[in-house]
């Protein structure tokens, strides 16, 4: 593509060791002009690796370019580097303070493995269920399905860390589990358990 446009590589500031030919390296808060009227709002949000980078539209309605930071109802592993805390800790304080509005284009199409791993942790989630069952029907991977974080949070487990459901069912795994466990504590927990599921 950079052969045939003469487009620019952009990727995180630190990522130059394991990127080749990056022409400019993205740090929090770097704005990315794309023509005359788009600009994207850089993220630096480590976990999936320690060097992503998530880019969001700076439109009416957000639009979030998230790689593989968070799956449509899923959240990205950490096996290239990266730390399930840290990923914790990107959810958490950026990803969950973004408008319910913002569209989520994700890096994959796993939204069907990802809600049946939603189901297998929060089995009473209805509107998991509902939009499962609306994907086995109509989905086509070929046009993956726009989400929105306010849909997220009904149907991602990674947003649902204070659920009884997710929480109990989490217990099932990990029996050592405190009595109240942090977001935190779930959220890595989820993680692990994502990791062979």
């Not at 319910?100 to 199409?109: E, Q």
């Not at 939009?131 to 997220?152: A, F, N, Q, W, Y």
């Amino acid at each position: 593509m950079i052969a045939a446009t003469g487009a620019k590589l952009l990727a995180h500031a630190n990522a130059g060791s394991r990127i080749d030919g990056v022409d400019r390296g993205l740090s929090a808060g770097d704005v990315v002009k794309v023509g005359k009227r788009v600009e994207l709002l850089a993220l630096d949000t480590p976990g999936h690796t320690m060097s992503h980078v998530c880019v969001l539209s700076k439109t009416e309605t957000p639009a979030l370019i998230c790689g593989d930071t968070l799956f449509n109802a899923g959240a990205g592993n950490c096996h290239n580097g990266g730390h399930p805390a840290e990923l914790y800790n990107t959810f958490a304080e950026q990803l969950d303070k973004l408008p319910d509005s913002t569209l989520v284009y994700p890096g994959h199409d796993y939204i069907a493995n990802n809600l049946g791993f939603t189901l297998d942790r929060e089995p009473d989630n209805a509107r998991a269920a509902r939009l499962l069952e609306e994907i086995k029907r109509d989905h086509d991977p070929e046009r993956p399905l726009v989400t929105s974080l306010g849909l997220e949070k009904q149907v991602n487990t990674f947003f649902r860390l204070t659920s009884r459901s997710v929480i109990e069912r989490l217990r099932e795994a990990f029996p050592d589990l405190p009595d109240k466990p942090s977001p935190k504590e779930v959220f890595v927990k989820l993680r692990e358990l994502r990791n062979s599921w």
